[in-house]
Nanobody
Framework: QLVESGGGLVQAGGSLRLSCAAS??????????MAWFRQAGGKEREFVSF????????EYVDSVRGRFTISRDNTKNTMFLQMNSLKPEDTALYYC?????????????????WGQGTQVNVSS
């Protein structure tokens, strides 16, 4: 089970830190990769960021690169997304996802496990 937290309402230029807690010690016992996706109202869910098991390999969609930072603490079975310089277009429901491979593509079909999402609203 994946549970996201940390969403909320913030003004443009502000920051939020999202967390994704995985149950069952799954991150500390397996070499699974993870990602963040987001879905704005009326739009398709899109890839935001990826991190491999080691935390050394990270990838970002162009629109967030340089503003968002993905990380994970396998000992705490938690993944994070630090979001800085937020923009109104970042407003969306943010989902964490887990892939049972050491590397996964950016497509949703690669991820078998999803959280329920945490809402991020950025006001202008």
């Amino acid at each position: 089970q994946l549970v996201e937290s940390g969403g909320g309402l913030v003004q443009a230029g502000g920051s939020l830190r999202l967390s994704c807690a995985a149950s069952g010690g799954i991150l500390s016992r397996h070499t699974y990769s993870m990602a963040w996706f987001r879905q704005a109202g009326g739009k398709e869910r899109e890839f935001v960021s990826f991190i491999d098991y080691t935390g050394q390999k990270t990838e970002y969609v162009d629109s967030v690169r340089g503003r968002f930072t993905i990380s994970r603490d396998n000992t705490k079975n938690t993944m994070f997304l630090q979001m800085n310089s937020l923009k109104p277009e970042d407003t969306a429901l943010y989902y964490c996802a887990l892939c049972r491979l050491t590397y996964c593509s950016h497509g949703m079909e690669s991820y078998a496990h999803w959280g329920q999402g945490t809402q991020v609203n950025v006001s202008s």
